[in-house]
Antibody
């Protein structure tokens, strides 16, 4: 059974940093791109970042480019998202999402979502 | 930036057919995906590549994309189908619609 489990959320002051992790199991981790998608409280979904199966290619939404860094460890089957210079508008539930493709692109299929981890940015 | 437009809410009576629409530019060039999100839960993919159903998704869920507007159809709607539904497409990146709250009255 495919499982992705996020951790690392919490409260942080504006300008602070946080590291989210996602532990994956039940599938060939290195064969799948991985994504982070966020959802602000009571609002819709926003794709944040993706990384290819090899980890060699990373992709970011314009709203987080230069602020967030996505990475993966294919030996430990883990995905990470480093959030830097956090702003109040980054407050959201962050979901780790398995892609149905090897690389992020037009064939991306967000097939399996974790339960999410809440990041709250507030003074 | 590319936008997908969904109605904020749709209501349906139990056992009837619910239709949720999603519109955007150049739909004929794009695959549409649909996600169901129940309160307090994570999104679940219910339709991919316009019309395909992942394993485990009931047959009452179907999708269409004739090129100008995409539609998620739920036949014989059940109370358990009450949820938010989001469409998604690719346009230089993953783009989501604003979501539709389906109420089963």
């Amino acid at each position: 059974e495919v499982q992705v489990l996020e951790s690392g959320g919490g409260w942080v002051q504006p300008g602070g940093s946080l590291r989210l992790s996602c532990a994956a199991s039940g599938f060939n981790f290195s064969s799948c791109a991985m994504n982070w998608v966020r959802q602000t409280p009571g609002q819709g979904l926003e794709w944040v970042a993706a990384v290819s199966g090899s980890g060699n290619s990373a992709y970011y939404a314009d709203s987080v480019k230069g602020l967030f860094t996505i990475s993966r460890d294919n030996f430990k089957n883990t995905l990470s998202l480093h959030l830097n210079r956090l702003r109040s508008e980054d407050t959201a539930v962050y979901y780790c999402v398995k892609d149905g493709s090897y690389d992020y692109g037009a064939n991306s299929l967000l097939g399996h979502w974790g339960q999410g981890t809440l990041v709250t940015v507030s003074s | 930036s590319y936008e997908l437009t969904q109605p904020p809410s749709v209501s349906v009576s139990p056992g009837q057919t619910a239709s949720i629409t999603c519109s955007g530019d150049k739909f004929g060039d794009k695959y549409i995906y649909w996600y169901q999100q129940k309160p307090g839960q994570s999104p679940v993919l219910v339709i991919y590549q316009d019309t395909k159903r992942p394993s485990g998704i009931p047959e009452r869920f179907s999708g269409s994309n004739p090129g100008n507007i995409a539609t998620l159809t739920i036949s014989g709607t059940q109370a358990t189908d009450e949820a938010h539904y989001y469409c998604q497409a690719w346009d230089s990146g993953v783009v989501f619609g604003g979501g539709t709250k389906l109420t089963v009255l």
